[in-house]
Each structure stands twice: as structure tokens, then as C-alpha cells.
């Protein structure tokens, strides 16, 4: 089961990279005219800080908390930490000898975290016309 799960997130984090390379600076930070809107960058920005928050509740096998380490919110910053925060979810959960139920939950708590956002960032790309990866597997 770990497997399978491990390979949905790389599929997602793989998802979320080339979604980001789609995007121009501008696109970031276009915003849609909704109540409660968030930009891309604003979406990237809570999936960094997830990946980041859920690598230490992986890691020590109880969550705690959200925190984020991106404070300026510029494509390269956000690519930087886009990868660096995949590539530490990798490591720590091939690092875990003991996947118990607790960090099973945390992994398919992350996974829907990284589904859920998805679906808004594409959402939100349609609504401002942008174009999406044809690479994108729920688009």
C-alpha cells in the first residue's frame, strides 16, 4: 500500500511541477473576481507549507502544525521550494522503517491536500484561460 500511495504523490508533485513551469510571473498572481480567491501563488504556497508541515508530522509520527517556509511569493522562490518540499517528502518516507496506521493517515491526509489544490488550481487557470499541460492527468 505504501507504494501505491508514494507513487499518486510523485504523480501529483510531478503535476504541480509542470504546472508551474506553465506559468509566467504574471499568471502567479492573477486572481479571479470571486469572493475568497486565492492566486496560483497563493495555492503553491500552501502546498509548499503542507509538504513541508506534513514532512516533520511524517517524520516524527504526530502532526504539529502548519508552517511555511516561503515568505515572498516570486516563481523561482516558489520552484525552489516546490522541489526541495518533494524531494523531503521522499526522503523521510523512505527513511520510515515503521509505516504504522498514524503515518499511513498523515501520507493520505497529504495526498488529498495535493488533490484538493490541484483541482482549484486548474480551476482557477480555466477561469482566467490560461492554458494547462496536456500532462496534467485531471485537466
Known amino acids: 500500500m505504501k ?5 499518486k504523490i510523485e504523480s501529483r508533485f510531478l503535476s504541480y511541477s509542470e504546472i508551474l513551469d506553465s506559468c509566467s510571473e504574471e499568471m502567479l498572481h492573477a ?6 480567491t486565492k492566486s496560483l501563488a497563493d495555492h503553491f504556497w500552501c502546498v509548499i507549507g503542507a509538504r513541508e508541515s506534513y514532512t ?5 509520527g504526530k502532526w504539529s502544525g502548519f508552517s511555511c517556509s516561503i515568505n515572498k511569493l516570486n516563481k523561482n522562490k516558489l520552484n525552489f521550494a516546490l522541489k526541495t518540499s ?6 523521510v518516507i523512505d527513511d520510515i522503517s515503521d509505516c504504522d496506521d498514524t503515518r499511513v493517515a498523515l501520507l493520505l491526509s497529504l495526498n488529498e491536500h495535493e488533490v484538493m489544490h490541484e483541482g482549484q488550481i486548474i480551476r482557477h487557470m480555466y477561469g482566467l484561460g490560461f492554458d494547462i499541460p496536456s500532462s496534467v492527468k485531471w485537466a
Open 31 to 36: 486572481k479571479l473576481t470571486v469572493t475568497k
Open 56 to 60: 516533520i508530522a511524517i517524520k516524527s
Open 3 to 7: 507504494q501505491a500511495l508514494v507513487e
Open 86 to 91: 518533494a524531494s523531503s517528502v521522499l526522503a
